[in-house]
């Protein structure tokens, strides 16, 4: 059912897709600095804003941006004698369509477009846990995670470019298992 | 064109719920008997990360079921514990769920634990005196109270019959983690339904209302603490300032409050096997609260009189004497707990028989004990005194231990002939 989602709302968008301005028909943008937050339960019982650690990499093709991203949170709670370290990592492919993009021709030479994203992936939850110096490290089984969202990017000076995304993903056995999450990225692209 | 995507992803976000919610997490679906990781203690030297079963579970989510349920923060609403039960996250890794932190790890601890005590009651003869499940309140949060005492502290609150944590600071084992206190609570509750709760209905005795039982004494000001005083002017205690009933109502109080403490640890002792079980959490207390019996130290306690002289010292010297009493409750108990483990172990030696079994009887008498104890209570007019060798004196009946080893150990504590004479009034 959630994968037939994904399709339909990936082919059902291209209908809506805007022609832009002439440019070369590919490119890759990559974003090193990235900073997402997800709204999600914490271990001190608090459901509130996390900070994950991310990197991604888009190919563009025309209208389609084809993404790969790595993210990962780590928390840690308890004692120095009983010691509980949760490092999550989500491995995430996406599929966008960028329906609206605005061109300034000044010296800046700055784009400005949206597209909206298909999300999908597996995260890997991994516990570390300590008693009395011994550790033990236990793998959750593997989850698949899959969501939708909206991107809006801007593009200065050929190279540059900053993108905000907002996003629902969802996991089976995350918590909750709907996460709403927001991330501001900066990197650089080039057209081929 | 961009109104018409708008709706189209609006749609969209709607199929995602809808489809997302039907979907139950591996921790939502688990029931009954549930497998997971806790730590326990292997021996006295170690914890270990174990595979344990915790029965009767309805929501994992909560860890609640046959055996316990947890609130978070609770509040108290005249005789129930109020307040959200704390959201417990795990991971499944095969059959077993593994908690992903601290407080889900202390749910599942303590509702193991819990289980075992209600095992335990079946056997020592105390099936019936709690319900279950056990309410427990978890990094609870107390009121009026200083701020150093608001923390790394466990105790049974017996007007809402809930085991009660407080948020643990240290560095060492979480005290809702250690098995030994989670049998120390548990014991509190039996002590308070068998005898305290028919002490308390006893007006002439007006011992005490709404009392905390905790795992240790809440920390009171060096400058003023009355222990160091009274030890250093003990040979000149001045007159107390309070009538004899009332003097007499404190001394009640003060034992059997230190013999409530005192069984307290005792029980942690069968249960964890650990004379130093305070040492994982509080390992301030390990010197004064260890079980094992220093040699010199046998046939040693706070008898009557002693008693008395502290009772007097601290209500002439202090506007609230209650304080102070409370830091006195473990100088009067821990000698019954080591005094309980050291003939357990001398039982054993001479009837060969194991020590697990040994303790098992040892608590089977000591429920026993307070079965009396608490028809004493009830009985009991404003003037009287309860004995302070009343656990000693019990022990030195069995007519088993005549003439043995063991009975030579009990005649320290009485002044009795032999075991297994009943030398009351």
């Known amino acids: 059912m959630r994968y037939l989602f994904l399709l339909t709302f990936l082919f059902s968008t291209i209908g809506f897709a805007q022609k832009s301005k002439s440019e070369p028909d590919s490119r890759i943008d990559f974003f090193p600095l990235v900073i997402q937050m997800r709204y999600q339960d914490k271990s001190d019982q608090t459901r509130d804003f996390t900070l994950w650690n991310s990197f991604s990499i888009n190919y563009i093709y025309q209208v389609f941006n084809f993404g790969a991203e790595v993210n990962q949170y780590k928390e840690e709670s308890g004692t120095p004698a009983l010691n509980f370290e949760t490092k999550t990592t989500d491995y995430l492919v996406s599929i966008g369509y960028q329906f609206l993009r605005i061109d300034d021709a000044s010296k800046v030479k700055a784009s400005f477009l949206m597209r909206a994203q298909g999300y999908l992936g597996q995260n890997q939850v991994l516990v570390s846990r300590s008693v009395n110096g011994m550790t033990t490290l236990e793998n959750a089984d593997p989850d698949f995670v899959y969501g939708i969202g909206a991107v809006a990017t801007g593009r200065f000076f050929k190279f540059f470019i900053a993108e905000m995304d907002v996003r629902i993903l969802f996991a089976k056995n995350s918590s909750p298992q709907i996460i709403p999450a927001q991330t501001l990225r900066i990197g650089a692209g080039f057209a081929f | ?425």
């Open chain 2, 1 to 425: 064109m961009t109104v018409q995507f708008l709706r189209l992803l609006k749609g969209l976000v709607v199929i995602s719920l809808v489809a997302s919610c039907g979907q139950k997490s591996d921790v939502d679906k688990a029931e009954g008997t549930i497998q997971v990781d806790v730590p326990v203690q292997k021996n006295s030297n170690s914890f270990v990360f174990k595979t344990v079963q915790l029965f009767g579970i309805e929501s994992l989510k909560e860890v609640s079921g046959k055996f316990a349920r947890f609130f978070y923060t609770p509040g108290a609403e005249e005789t129930r514990i109020i307040g959200d039960a704390p959201k417990a996250r795990f991971i499944k890794s095969g059959d077993r769920f593994i908690p992903m932190d601290a407080i889900s790890n202390q749910m599942a601890v303590i509702y193991y634990h819990l289980q075992n005590m209600a095992q335990l009651d079946d056997v020592v003869g105390a099936a019936g005196v709690n319900h279950w499940p056990r309410s427990i309140g978890l990094d609870t949060i107390l009121a009026n109270v200083p701020a150093s005492s608001q923390k790394n502290n466990a105790f049974y609150d017996g007007s809402t019959d809930s085991m009660m944590f407080l948020p643990y600071t240290a560095d060492e084992l979480p005290i809702a983690a250690n098995g030994g206190v989670i049998a120390h609570e548990h014991f509190h509750s039996l002590f308070y339904k068998i005898v305290l709760k028919v002490a308390l209905n006893n007006k002439d005795l007006d011992l005490f209302s709404n009392q905390l039982f905790s795992i240790h004494n809440f920390k009171i000001n060096n400058s003023e603490k009355p222990t160091v005083i009274f030890r250093d002017e003990k040979l000149n205690l001045p007159l107390g300032a309070l009538d004899n009933s009332k003097i007499v109502s404190l001394m009640n109080r003060v034992y059997l409050l230190g013999l409530n403490e005192g069984l307290a640890d005792f029980w942690a002792w069968v249960y964890s096997d650990d004379a130093n079980y305070i040492n994982w959490s509080i390992p301030s207390e390990k010197t004064n609260r260890t079980l094992e019996l220093s040699a010199g130290e046998d046939g040693k306690y706070r008898n009557n009189k002693e008693i008395e002289s502290y009772v007097r010292f601290v209500s002439a010297n202090y506007g609230n004497p209650n304080k102070y009493l409370a830091a006195y409750y473990y100088e009067v108990g821990t000698p019954h707990a080591r005094f309980l483990r050291q003939l357990s172990l001398f039982v054993s030696e001479q009837q060969g028989k194991p020590l697990s079994e040994v303790k098992i009887q040892m608590a089977q008498k000591v429920i026993q004990f307070l079965k009396v104890l608490a028809r004493q209570t009830q009985s009991m007019k404003s003037n009287q005194v309860l004995p302070a060798d009343a656990l000693f004196q019990f022990f030195s009946e069995d007519s088993n231990l005549v003439d043995t080893k063991a009975c030579d150990f009990i005649l320290k504590y009485v002044k009795k002939a032999n075991c297994g004479i009943s030398e009351k009034p």
